[in-house]
Nanobody
Framework: QVQLVESGGGLVQAGGSLRLSCAAS????????MGWFRQAPGKEREFVGA????????YYADSVKGRFTISRDNAKSTVYLQMNGLKPEDTAVYYC???????????????WGQGTQVTVSS
């Protein structure tokens, strides 16, 4: 079992920045691919990005590429999502997820946090 807890969400103006954190506990954090997803009201949960177990590889959705950066600190069992140049369409609940292999679909991840709200005002 892996327990995940996100933090860092909030209200920000368009063009601003936020950094989300996801702290993990339980099984060996460094064994897991970590993903970030988001879900806006009335929409499906969508892939934002992911990072390999070592941090050597990162993957991003086209909609956030160049604005968002994922990183991880295995010593702290924490993954981060740095969000710059935020747009109103980035408004959603953001979730971190963990799995032993990489995927871009939410159903491919076994463990989930509770989510943190990000609201971007225009």
């Amino acid at each position: 079992q892996v327990q995940l807890v996100e933090s860092g969400g909030g209200l920000v103006q368009a063009g601003g920045s936020l950094r989300l954190s996801c702290a993990a506990s339980g099984r060996t954090f460094s064994s897991y691919v970590m993903g970030w997803f988001r879900q806006a009201p009335g929409k499906e949960r969508e892939f934002v990005g992911a990072i390999s177990w070592s941090g050597a590889r990162t993957y991003y959705a086209d909609s956030v590429k160049g604005r968002f950066t994922i990183s991880r600190d295995n010593a702290k069992s924490t993954v981060y999502l740095q969000m710059n140049g935020l747009k109103p369409e980035d408004t959603a609940v953001y979730y971190c997820a963990a799995d032993l292999s990489y995927g871009r679909d939410y159903y491919e991840y076994d463990y989930w946090g509770q989510g943190t709200q990000v609201t971007v005002s225009s």
